[in-house]
């Protein structure tokens, strides 16, 4: 019977408003809920906010523990709830949509003066208030978060997804008041208009900054991980999350479906608590693909590296590899030749240029990928090298041509290009090198190919695309001769711990 008749949680149940836009289970939401104070449940003064209500999972779970914890001190039961839900609950829904979910959620009713609400509000909206806000332009971009105008600017039919939360210099004129915790889970990029379409700016920094502008005692949110090794305009919020030492704890999943089920985020996701009494280490629960888990208490901040290192079983190795000379010295910036990634799929975009089926003198080859995503294959056309706008000084040099983009869990990359004098690339390869003579580019090949050189990429990888930055962990070498993973382990003083961890991780590559 108790099969049969089993009801779920329905915001256990709710499919994703999209990859940027996720529902927070309540199971994950407790988790969260738990690195709070205990006795927070007990005092009738605290407020809590949620900035980016979406489900209004975080307020009924909160409710939950003050209907409990404020028993004592105010008995009544409809007194406790008209307190708890008109003194304490306050948030920010992100559309119309999820304002009416969250009321639901949390007041048993869309409309918070509704008769079916568990508590009366002089308004429909209560506490959980929703504002359409618009973007402000300049440039063709928004000012507050980056969002692409030529994607963004609608009509009034279509939700703007400019969150009032941030699209606001002073977040604290929003309600007014102090608040003890804030806690939610931020959408987490928008478009902005670059790359071939897919380019996006990441917004989920926009909301702890603005979250720390109120000066919570508490700052609870969960949000991707790959903040912690690059994405797109975070090196300045990755720098001061790196100092702040008032992160308690950091609980940090490489597999974001520990989190949310049937969900895939490059990098993984992590919620953290930011506690403004707190002066000291972070205690980071780190959790990998195969699933185990390491504890450490550590400063995030570090003397060797400019990112945060996740896995604490690599702190030592990068210490002993870490040089003034490093590999990404040698790699190009993205689009090294000038030809975007859709050169062979929108041919139109390029009618000032001839391709050739064949080499002749004055030709180059160039490399790229023609076909939709998944489909996608390698292929080749020679066109004029003095149609090459960018690095024709690598025209007629040996150099390696290395995939742009793969999937994060890889240790092994795309077959990597031979590029030969009078060769050149589209953006969907990095180019490595500018080598004098073939031997040299085959010694760095085999370099690549250690699995120490793939190691230290994999430390340092943090979403599909790869970067020049994405190097910068990697000793470079000298290529006047080939390298193997013995002689590297030795030259670095690798212990056979450190060794036995990378071997076990990273696959052999012919």
Request: charged share 25%.
């Amino acid at each position: 019977m108790l099969k049969i008749n089993y009801n779920p949680d329905v915001l256990s149940c709710l499919a994703n408003l999209s990859n940027d836009e996720v529902f927070t289970p309540p199971e994950v939401a407790n988790r969260m809920l738990d690195l709070l104070p205990p006795d927070l449940w007990s005092n009738p003064e605290a407020r809590f906010l949620d900035p980016a209500c979406k489900s209004g999972v975080f307020l009924r779970e909160i409710a939950k523990r003050l209907i409990k914890g404020l028993e004592p001190a105010i008995p009544d039961l409809q007194q406790r709830i008209d307190h708890i839900f008109g003194r304490q609950l306050y948030a920010i829904a992100i559309t119309e949509l999820t304002a009416l979910l969250s009321r639901r959620s949390a007041y048993c009713s869309k409309r918070a003066d509704g008769k079916y609400s568990v508590t009366q509000f002089a308004d429909e909206a209560g506490n959980i208030i929703y504002n359409r806000t618009q973007h402000t332009w300049r440039n063709g971009r928004c000012t507050f978060c980056g969002a692409s105008e030529e994607v963004y600017s609608r009509d009034d039919s279509l939700e703007t997804h400019a969150y009032q939360f941030i699209h606001t210099e002073k977040p604290q004129d929003i309600f007014k008041m102090k608040f003890d915790v804030i806690i939610g889970n931020p959408p987490y990029q928008l478009s902005d208009g670059g790359g071939t379409g897919d380019s996006a700016k990441p917004i989920y920094n926009l909301f702890i900054e603005n979250a720390l502008k109120l000066n919570p005692s508490f700052l609870c949110m969960i949000i991707p991980s790959r903040w912690m090794k690059g994405g797109k305009g975070l090196s300045s919020f990755r720098d001061k999350m790196k100092k702040d030492t008032h992160i308690k704890i950091i609980y940090d999943f490489e597999d974001a479906k520990e989190c949310f089920s049937g969900l895939h985020i490059d990098g993984g996701v992590c919620y953290f608590l930011w506690d403004k009494a707190y002066n000291g280490k972070v205690k980071y629960h780190y959790k990998n693909l195969e699933g185990e888990t390491s504890i450490t208490s550590r400063f995030l901040n570090n003397d060797f590296s400019d990112i945060i290192i996740r896995d604490a079983r690599q702190i030592s190795i990068i210490k002993k590899t870490r040089t003034d000379k490093t590999f990404d010295t040698i790699v190009s910036p993205r689009n090294p030749f000038g030809f975007n990634a859709d050169f062979f799929n929108s041919p139109k975009n390029y009618e000032n240029i001839t391709t050739f089926s064949e080499a002749a003198h004055g030709r180059c080859k160039i490399y790229g990928v023609k076909g939709k995503k998944g489909g996608a294959k390698r292929t080749s056309t020679y066109i004029k090298e003095s149609c090459v706008i960018r690095n024709t000084d690598l025209i007629d040099k040996y150099k390696l041509f290395f995939s742009k983009a793969y999937t994060t869990t890889a240790t092994i990359p795309p077959e990597i290009i031979i590029g030969h004098p009078s060769t050149i690339c589209t953006e969907t390869f990095l180019n490595i090198g500018k080598f004098k003579s073939e031997n040299q580019v085959y010694n760095c090949l085999s370099y690549i190919k250690t699995k120490f050189f793939r190691a230290l990429l994999f430390f340092n990888r943090h979403s599909l695309n790869i970067s020049r930055e994405s190097f910068n962990l990697i000793p470079l070498q000298d290529f006047s001769k080939p390298w193997t993973d013995e002689e590297l382990y030795k030259k670095y003083g690798l212990t056979e711990e450190e060794i036995n961890f990378i071997e076990s991780m990273i696959r052999p590559m012919e």
